[in-house]
């Protein structure tokens, strides 16, 4: 096993309140696969990004566990992580384009980003420019400021240097969200490469538009309000989705590799709830067309399925019907 997340609850303090990001967040992502993170907008989808790799303030390590390759990851721990960041896990945070030092040309801000981990540039420089080659960038980029590289070109400079020390683990963070959509498909398609040439051992892939999960996941988990509602192979989840919030958010996809914009979904009345005092329960009752009294507890992630699991009551129900 690749990555075991068990019961994360991840809090940001906030003057007016506890906001529940996460909220008992438990999923595994075996070697070799990558796994597609999917719901609206503030569901907690780069909190869970941002936990694994740096946890900082307001955000607070509340419980739970994170284990990368059998070793648990002492993520609250900002000085610890430094050890497994980059080597262990990396990721390309959202908004990453525009975090690149613009003062910096790209050879320089590499070198070092390399020279505070005590790795020579000029033993590393081979392998960079294969890299930059793999995902179809001159080696000139280097002499380059990140000003003057189109959006795409910047997100695969992004891409490399998150990669560059062979990270077990990759997390990828809506990396393809402000690409126009032939860009999209190609990052797409460089993400699966990383993994098929086992620069990388297993991806995690954030986004909000499950359209662009279709062509690379193997597996899927769908997050509402801070917690899993299903999870399952690729396959499952996008063509026979069980949870009622699953099956909204895949029916309301207006077109297979056509994105929308990061808003609620128009097929889904009401909006997510607040995190502060989100409501007991499941919490997506008050816009499910299935609530009933039941659900005002929780409803436990149960497996239904051949690695397919629910979190529903009514779901629930419906397989003891079954049997
Ligand atoms: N720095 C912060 N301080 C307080 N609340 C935050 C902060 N960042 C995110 N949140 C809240 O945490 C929740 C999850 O946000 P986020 O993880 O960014 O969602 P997503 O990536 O799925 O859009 C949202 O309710 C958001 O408003
Ligand atoms: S547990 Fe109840 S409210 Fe939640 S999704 Fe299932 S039926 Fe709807
Ligand atoms: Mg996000």
């Given at each position: 096993m690749s990555l075991r997340v068990e019961d994360l609850r991840v809090y940001y303090q906030t003057l007016e309140g506890e906001v529940k990001a996460l909220d008992g967040v438990s999923f595994a992502i075996a070697?070799?696969?990558?796994?597609?993170?999917?719901?609206?907008?503030?569901?907690?989808?780069?909190?869970?990004?941002?936990?694994?790799?740096?946890?900082?303030?307001?955000?607070?390590?509340?419980?739970?566990?994170?284990?990368?390759?059998?070793?648990?990851?002492?993520?609250?721990?900002?000085?610890?992580?430094?050890?497994?960041?980059?080597?262990?896990?990396?990721?390309?945070?959202?908004?990453?384009?525009?975090?690149?030092?613009?003062?910096?040309?790209?050879?320089?801000?590499?070198?070092?980003?390399?020279?505070?981990?005590?790795?020579?540039?000029?033993?590393?420089?081979?392998?960079?420019?294969?890299?930059?080659?793999?995902?179809?960038?001159?080696?000139?980029?280097?002499?380059?400021?990140?000003?003057?590289?189109?959006?795409?070109?910047?997100?695969?400079?992004?891409?490399?240097?998150?990669?560059?020390?062979?990270?077990?683990?990759?997390?990828?963070?809506?990396?393809?969200?402000?690409?126009?959509?032939?860009?999209?498909?190609?990052?797409?398609?460089?993400?699966?490469?990383?993994?098929?040439?086992?620069?990388?051992?297993?991806?995690?892939?954030?986004?909000?538009?499950?359209?662009?999960?279709?062509?690379?996941?193997?597996?899927?988990l769908i997050m509402y309000a801070g917690q899993p509602v299903e999870s399952g192979p690729a396959e499952v989840i996008t063509h026979a989705p069980r949870h009622p919030y699953t099956q909204l958010l895949v029916g309301s996809l207006p077109q297979v590799g056509v994105r929308y914009d990061e808003q609620p979904l128009s097929g889904i009345a009401g909006n997510p709830p607040g995190l502060i005092d989100p409501p007991s329960g499941c919490r997506f009752r008050p816009r499910c067309p299935f609530a009933s009294e039941r659900c005002e507890s929780r409803p436990p992630l149960v497996e239904i399925g051949d690695g397919h699991s629910v979190a529903c009551w009514k779901v629930m129900e419906e397989e003891d019907a079954r049997v």
């Open positions: 070697d070799g696969e990558i796994m597609g993170l999917a719901g609206e907008s503030g569901c907690g989808k780069s909190t869970l990004a941002q936990s694994i790799v740096r946890l900082v303030p307001p955000m607070k390590l509340v419980g739970g566990v994170v284990e990368l390759d059998g070793e648990k990851l002492p993520i609250d721990d900002f000085e610890a992580m430094n050890r497994h960041r980059m080597v262990g896990v990396s990721i390309v945070p959202q908004y990453a384009m525009s975090a690149l030092n613009p003062t910096r040309k790209i050879g320089k801000l590499i070198k070092e980003l390399l020279g505070a981990r005590g790795i020579s540039y000029r033993a590393k420089l081979p392998e960079l420019e294969n890299r930059l080659q793999l995902v179809g960038l001159p080696r000139e980029v280097l002499d380059m400021y990140p000003i003057e590289l189109s959006g795409g070109m910047k997100q695969r400079v992004v891409m490399v240097i998150s990669t560059l020390l062979d990270p077990s683990l990759l997390i990828a963070d809506e990396i393809t969200s402000a690409l126009d959509v032939s860009t999209q498909r190609a990052v797409a398609e460089m993400l699966v490469d990383f993994r098929d040439r086992e620069i990388v051992k297993s991806m995690m892939v954030v986004t909000h538009d499950v359209s662009i999960l279709y062509q690379i996941a193997d597996s899927i």
